[in-house]
């Protein structure tokens, strides 16, 4: 049992670091309809610089996650500007293999500026394990946790009352009417897409924290796509919801499955689950239903 | 005197034979015959290591023809074409190596084997489309690896196996040159289907599904059928590649299938040309020689800057990643509507219309 509560404490946390990077690409896909496979460099990216403002400049670690965020904001935009806006409407597999394109020259300026070997952050968070009846927690993921909510919240509130949260959610609901209504559509697209490289800035620092840094953190963006799938690609708690539930499955799936087969199993299963909604729930579980008309 | 580069003033059919031929005019047809000559004659004059590069574009390019038939003219987005390369690789591997078979026979059963493996992941095309399929795919390539690399017993792990060359009689194809006939003929082949592909009734739905399948099945196109038949036809062919490839490489192991294979698949139809089968090859060409170039760039800027080779990795995908955005942005019909540009230049040459 104690095992068991570890493998779901374990899970929770994880999978709230993914319903946050999910959000941001659920957001993307909501306003723009483009699927960012470069979710994963943007964490990436995000992570190295906040590592290296932190471990090279011994900047303290809260202004450091400071200017990680303004500059993931930066990324966000240039990105959106120059690489996304010409594909606007184009065909699906040119929005694909742009973000594909984008993913690949930023994991390239990521191995030229960083290298390969595997870095950890400096220690931040204290040592001393938070003892929970019989589960043990990592201070780590405690904070984690905690970090994930917090910004669940601030963006729930943002959407909410916001100006500009609302005019996002009028433009996800539809792009001629905000239009009409006097919305910049351009704004919304890049705010969007900034948004997104911030939400996976965090993710990736919170991650790097628990896990060491290096490039495989970039595969993130991959297994974002399960949780998207699940939750339903255009849906916002269905990216959180989904997020926690492939958290959940990954580490009991690593954890009683995993000595089964001999490993690996853990990292897969997202994908298998995938496909199985794919198969008899392609809208996952709070997607919207596409029709079609001729 | 006559305008050397003129090709045709106009199309003139007198019946429905020549309204049907590929090459219409026969001074095309007298290209095409040279290029063919050409490529034959190619090993007499290149080195071994430039006819290894040629035997490696035109695995490719069977590859990405496979691809396109699929992608470009059929619609459907697959960023799994690495796994089902490895199911190629893999079937005929373990068919050589475990039960014996020859290279002639296991060649073509990888090919089926890989078809039906596509076909069984082209089913959920029923209810997806677009970017849930392609989705779809990517899972299919991350579980097949996950398969390959946990079935010890038959796929030797993350080891991989080991492969021979091909032979007939006492005729082992282990040069350079004897491989790259066997790679021309076979791609040879793989044009020619596919070029008559797309003239025939098969073909044409395949085009018309990817046009708007709705339409095409108001019209009385079996979406379904027809979608389940590209994924196998495409299939079929990427596994051909894949045991060419294996026994070019004389190894398969999980990690030479990974994601980025698939991608590189992806991008060699989308330099090359969406739904041309010429257009594939010039971009598995251009995608196979591009790091290469870019390392022997890199080896004559190390004199100037020294250290610039430590990065020559991260250089190829920043290069990489800009060739793709480069051509969507500012050709996204490819490499074969430059080609076709320039011919059509020529054509009228000089005069500008």
Known sequence: MTFFLQMLVTGIVVGSVY????????????????????????????????????????????????????FSALLGFIVEKIVLRPFIGKPIISMIMATIGLSSILAGFVHIIWGHETRVFPQ??????????????????????????????????????????????????????ALSMGISVKTIFAVAW????????????????????????????????????LGGLDSIPGAIIGGILIGIIESLTGGYLDPLVGGGLKDVMPFIILVLILMFKPYGLFGKKEIERV | MRNPFVMECGEFH?????NMAIWKIPRVRMRIYLVIAFFILFPFIASDYIIGLATLCGIASIGAIGLNI???????????????????????????????????????????????????????SLRLKGLYLAIATLAAQVIILFVISRWDSLTGGTAGLVLSR??????????ETSYYYLMFAILFVTVVFSLNLFR??????????????????????????????????????????????????MIVSPELYSISVSVEYLAMILVGGLGSVFGSIYGAVFITLLPVVLRSVVEILNGMFPGISDVLVGMREVVFGLMIILFLVYEPEGLNKIWRNIKDYFKLWPFSY
């Not at chain 1, 620092?205 to 799938?229: C, D, F, M, Q, R």
Request: proline content about 3%; aromatic content about 12%.
């Open chain 1, 124 to 177: 931040i968070f204290s040592e001393n394990p938070i003892q929970l009846g019989e589960i043990v927690i990592a201070p780590v993921y405690a904070w984690a946790l905690v970090i994930v909510v917090i910004m669940l919240v601030i963006f729930s509130l943002f959407f909410k009352y916001s100006k500009l949260g609302i005019a996002m959610r009028a433009t996800a609901d539809d792009q001629q009417a």
């Open chain 1, 194 to 229: 900034a948004i997104a490289a911030i939400v996976s800035a965090v993710g990736g620092v919170l991650l790097g924290n628990i896990n060491g840094v290096n490039s495989s953190l970039s595969t993130i963006g991959l297994k974002v796509l399960p949780v998207a799938i």
């Open chain 2, 70 to 124: 699929l992608t470009g003219f059929t619609g459907q987005i697959s960023i799994g074409v690495g796994a089902f390369l490895a199911v190629g690789g893999y079937t005929s591997a373990i068919l050589t190596a475990k039960l014996g078979l020859s290279f002639w026979l296991s060649m073509p059963l990888a090919g089926i084997i890989t078809a039906i493996v596509g076909a069984l992941f082209g089913i959920p």
């Open chain 1, 19 to 70: 319903a946050l990077v999910a959000l941001g690409f659920v957001l993307i896909y909501k306003s723009s309809n483009a699927i960012n496979f470069a979710q994963g460099e943007f964490l990436l990216v995000g992570t190295y610089i906040c590592l290296t403002l932190v471990a090279s400049y011994n900047i303290p670690f809260i202004a450091a996650i400071f200017i990680t965020l303004i």
């Open chain 2, 14 to 18: 007198v019946n429905y034979k020549q």
């Open chain 2, 166 to 175: 091909p032979q007939i009689g006492s005729f082992v194809f282990m040069s």
């Open chain 2, 200 to 249: 025939s009734r098969v073909g044409r739905a395949f085009i018309a599904v990817r046009d708007r399948d709705i339409a095409a099945e108001v019209m009385g196109i079996d979406i379904f059928k027809y979608k389940v038949l590209a994924f196998f036809i495409s299939s079929f062919f990427v596994g051909v590649a894949g045991a060419l490839l294996g026994h070019y490489t």
